[in-house]
């Protein structure tokens, strides 16, 4: 499955922006997708996931409240709406995809859409 990540920008804080996950080449239904992000300097982390069975969705307790995982299977995307951002969640966002429901590694990555929430 490829993966096109989308929707960062420049925003400021309190703003919003929703990033999209698009898949191409499997059903992307049966996939469980996270999306992770990586600021300069620091390690990559995760943000949020949904399952592909249930729609279960978890989030990092640093986004809980703020963002919102969700898919759309008719359209193959996953979207993260983020709201209320700050200035900490200036990072590069990636998607990811793995056919297990709770994937130790995810088998698929997509390239990084930058996000940069000025103060």
């Known amino acids: 499955v490829q993966l096109q990540a989308s929707g960062g920008g420049l925003v400021q804080a309190g703003g919003s922006l929703r990033l999209s996950c698009a898949a191409s080449?499997?059903?992307?239904?049966?996939?469980?997708v996270g999306w992770f992000r990586q600021a300069p300097g620091k390690e990559r982390e995760f943000v949020a996931v949904i399952r592909w069975s249930g729609g279960i969705t978890a989030y990092a307790d640093s986004v809980k409240g703020r963002f919102t995982i969700s898919r759309d299977n008719a359209k193959n995307t996953v979207y993260l709406q983020m709201n209320s951002l700050k200035p900490e969640d200036t990072a590069a966002y990636y998607c990811?995809?793995?056919?297990?429901?709770?994937?130790?590694?995810?088998?698929?990555w997509g390239q990084g859409t930058q996000v940069t929430v000025s103060s």
């Open positions: 080449g499997r059903t992307f239904s049966r996939y469980t």
């Open positions: 990811a995809a793995d056919p297990e429901q709770y994937p130790g590694k995810y088998d698929y």
